[in-house]
């Protein structure tokens, strides 16, 4: 919390960079009564008493002995990534690494290179403040008979594309060296300002030419979405084949970028966002490393969210730079790093790996049930599943009644303003995402103001697994102003909100319709249930004509097949499917997306089979009796029992 507060005292006084590096060189040189004698790059960042930010430096100074009395190089690392302003942090996809995340990654990378130390040539290509080489630093200063003089100068190498991250990453090697006594007039940095996308590190850094490549790169390489890159660095991104599939993100391309600057031998260690195990941009990066096939160690942290505010879901990577025949994994926490040695990691041939579908790094026991259950009966994505309805503006058209007259429903704003809107414009609405069982439905439906008219066409004979979906008519303005006043001037009274959804640029037919058609015309009985969960909450309706939002749904007119499916789809056996081959989320949920579901093998019963299931009620004799349908004996130790970590 300390270093929050001296973000917000520097951030009151000024945003400016070299004004923000002064104070931060100046505060911690006087909190920790270090004075410089001879280095001149630091020289201008000492703030005297006759300049105008002593005041604030008087300050800081206060704040922290009051709080805490210290600060450390660590506290200033954390501080130089809090000062990047918001809008170089989306487009740079600058962040803070933890101090035992930076040092694991250097030490592990270190030793799996087997070059000494006293000649290893290491790099970050993305190095922001500093951090990593920071921590470098330290690590060769203790281990060999450097200097931190001949440290900077022969073995660290850092690029980063702002010129402020670099000037930071000086000041943080200079003032770790004052630190421990070494003051000398200049230091030697291999450190430059560029674009990494397009950097010719051999051509810059002779000696790195002259090594065939770094022994070790490190990092946290940025996560930036494509669409958040400026137009350079989004040309040069098309340079490497990793970000052919998809909307690329920048964190991919710096794994080939880094693979290839390195020697032979060299190794490769990143923490980074593990989405490219299964993603669509993460294809061609996949198909990369099955060519490749490098030594590679994966760590996968699953829903663990490492980063503070961010909601990232990480892993830890190491790729050396030579041939190997197997991937090595492993699920972790990131607790137990220190603890975990190479006999820990399960191997993985590349020959079983598919680039197009996503990498399935399961124990093969494991795998084993997930085929056998993939293989039994009909795929899940067979059967009709929707995403719910979306408004782009729910706050504006679905309520909870404060209120209600023969004619009417009362409405209530954020701002506590109540308008009147017709009982006959507004439909029942249900989200998925708080339910947890059929008594929900009653208490949590919501009104949705439908400004559509519903048609069925007559006549038509549809097969039992079959649903029929109406016709959609959205009302015109003059018809809708007339029939229903009081909803038209509700709605009016939010046009300029409802003008502006997808930034002023949508089409939707009229001001108030909703921003997307989807879900609006279906008909039939509903299994809904939630973007992602902790437990296996699946809720049937057969109120054919509710509408849902935030949530899928399995539509059907057999309301007997929903509720096998439902005691199926609430079974140990879809959940250890969910489990293993889903997207995790933090707190053991795990994402319920068509994609991650859609092969999971729904058991075909019999008409005897059919009735035990639809009869038991007990969810352990449900368990036991799909287990002997699939065919298939989990050991509890397989098992992740929802809701329990």
């Known amino acids: 919390m300390i270093n929050k507060g001296i973000f917000k005292l520097l951030t009151e006084y000024s945003v400016q960079t070299f004004t923000v590096n002064r104070l931060l060189v100046s505060l911690f040189l006087e909190l920790n009564s270090l004075t410089i004698q001879n280095n001149k790059f630091l020289f201008k960042y000492l703030i005297k008493p006759v300049d105008e930010e002593y005041v604030v430096l008087t300050k800081l100074i206060e704040f922290v002995q009051s709080n805490r009395g210290a600060l450390s190089l660590e506290d200033l690392i954390e501080i130089f990534e809090f000062v990047i302003s918001p809008a170089d942090k989306i487009v740079n996809g600058a962040v803070y690494t933890p101090n035992y995340i930076r040092e694991y990654i250097i030490k592990s990378s270190l030793s799996l290179s087997k070059v000494a130390l006293e000649s290893v040539r290491l790099a970050d290509i993305a190095c922001g403040c500093g951090g990593f080489l920071f921590d470098s630093a330290i690590i060769l200063r203790r281990f060999t008979s450097f200097t931190y003089s001949d440290i900077f100068r022969n073995n660290l190498f850092g690029v980063d594309i702002t010129s402020y991250s670099i000037e930071r990453t000086k000041i943080l090697l200079t003032l770790l060296a004052i630190s421990e006594g070494e003051d000398v007039e200049e230091f030697e940095f291999n450190l430059e300002v560029g674009n990494s996308l397009s950097f010719n590190w051999k051509e810059q850094f002779p000696s790195i030419k002259q090594n065939g490549g770094f022994d070790v790169i490190v990092g946290n390489p940025p996560y930036v979405t494509v669409k958040k890159v400026d137009e350079e660095s989004r040309a040069l991104l098309t340079n490497w084949s990793v970000t052919k599939s998809g909307n690329t993100d920048l964190y991919i391309a710096f794994f080939q970028i880094g693979y290839e600057a390195l020697a032979l031998n060299g190794v490769l260690g990143y923490i980074t966002v593990n989405s490219f195990i299964k993603s669509i941009n993460g294809r061609m990066l996949r198909q990369y490393f099955v060519n490749e096939s490098p030594l590679f160690y994966l760590i996968d942290f699953g829903g663990e969210q490492l980063f503070h505010k961010r909601?990232?879901?990480?892993?830890?990577?190491?790729?050396?730079?030579?041939?190997?025949?197997?991937?090595?994994?492993?699920?972790?926490?990131?607790?137990?790093?220190?603890?975990?040695?190479?006999?820990?990691?399960?191997?993985?041939?590349?020959?079983?790996?598919?680039?197009?579908?996503?990498?399935?790094?399961?124990?093969?026991?494991?795998?084993?049930?997930?085929?056998?259950?993939?293989?039994?009966?009909?795929?899940?994505?067979?059967?009709?599943?929707?995403?719910?309805?979306?408004?782009?503006?729910?706050?504006?058209?679905?309520?909870?009644?404060?209120?209600?007259?023969?004619?009417?429903?009362?409405?209530?704003?954020?701002?506590?303003?109540?308008?009147?809107?017709?009982?006959?414009?507004?439909?029942?609405?249900?989200?998925?995402?708080?339910?947890?069982?059929?008594?929900?439905?009653?208490?949590?439906?919501?009104?949705?103001?439908?400004?559509?008219?519903?048609?069925?066409?007559?006549?038509?004979?549809?097969?039992?697994?079959?649903?029929?979906?109406?016709?959609?008519?959205?009302?015109?303005?003059?018809?809708?102003?007339?029939?229903?006043?009081?909803?038209?001037?509700?709605?009016?009274?939010?046009?300029?909100?409802?003008?502006?959804?997808?930034?002023?640029?949508?089409?939707?037919?009229?001001?108030?319709?909703?921003?997307?058609?989807?879900?609006?015309?279906?008909?039939?009985?509903?299994?809904?249930?939630?973007?992602?969960?902790?437990?296996?909450?699946?809720?049937?309706?057969?109120?054919?004509?509710?509408?849902?939002?935030?949530?899928?749904?399995?539509?059907?007119?057999?309301?007997?097949?929903?509720?096998?499916?439902?005691?199926?789809?609430?079974?140990?056996?879809?959940?250890?499917?969910?489990?293993?081959?889903?997207?995790?989320?933090?707190?053991?949920?795990?994402?319920?997306?068509?994609?991650?579901?859609?092969?999971?093998?729904?058991?075909?019963?019999?008409?005897?089979?059919?009735?035990?299931?639809?009869?038991?009620?007990?969810?352990?004799?449900?368990?036991?009796?799909?287990?002997?349908?699939?065919?298939?004996?989990?050991?509890?130790?397989?098992?992740?029992?929802?809701?329990?970590?």
Not at 437 to 460: A, C, K, M, N, T
Not at 552 to 564: F, G, I, P, T
């Open 311 to 645: 909601t990232t879901y990480t892993c830890i990577c190491f790729l050396q730079r030579r041939k190997s025949v197997n991937l090595h994994y492993i699920k972790r926490s990131s607790k137990s790093l220190p603890a975990l040695n190479d006999q820990d990691f399960y191997k993985i041939a590349y020959t079983s790996l598919h680039a197009i579908d996503g990498w399935n790094l399961l124990q093969r026991q494991i795998l084993a049930n997930i085929n056998i259950i993939e293989s039994t009966g009909k795929p899940l994505g067979e059967y009709l599943i929707r995403n719910g309805f979306a408004t782009l503006a729910n706050d504006v058209f679905v309520f909870r009644p404060k209120g209600e007259t023969e004619t009417h429903f009362i409405l209530e704003n954020r701002l506590g303003e109540r308008f009147p809107i017709e009982r006959g414009i507004c439909v029942t609405g249900i989200k998925p995402s708080i339910i947890k069982d059929e008594s929900d439905l009653l208490f949590l439906e919501e009104q949705v103001i439908f400004p559509y008219r519903r048609y069925l066409q007559h006549g038509l004979t549809l097969e039992k697994d079959q649903v029929q979906e109406y016709t959609l008519e959205l009302f015109s303005e003059r018809y809708f102003r007339a029939t229903f006043p009081d909803a038209y001037n509700y709605l009016a009274s939010n046009r300029e909100r409802l003008s502006n959804r997808d930034n002023g640029k949508g089409d939707y037919g009229a001001w108030f319709a909703f921003g997307r058609n989807q879900a609006l015309a279906l008909r039939g009985a509903k299994l809904l249930f939630p973007y992602i969960s902790d437990k296996p909450y699946f809720v049937l309706t057969e109120n054919q004509d509710l509408l849902f939002y935030n949530g899928y749904a399995v539509v059907s007119n057999d309301v007997e097949e929903l509720k096998l499916l439902k005691k199926i789809l609430s079974s140990n056996i879809f959940w250890y499917y969910l489990s293993n081959m889903s997207k995790p989320y933090a707190h053991n949920y795990f994402a319920l997306a068509k994609n991650h579901i859609k092969k999971f093998g729904v058991c075909q019963l019999d008409e005897y089979q059919r009735k035990i299931l639809l009869e038991i009620e007990d969810k352990n004799e449900i368990d036991s009796f799909l287990y002997g349908i699939y065919g298939v004996a989990l050991g509890q130790e397989e098992v992740v029992t929802p809701a329990l970590a």
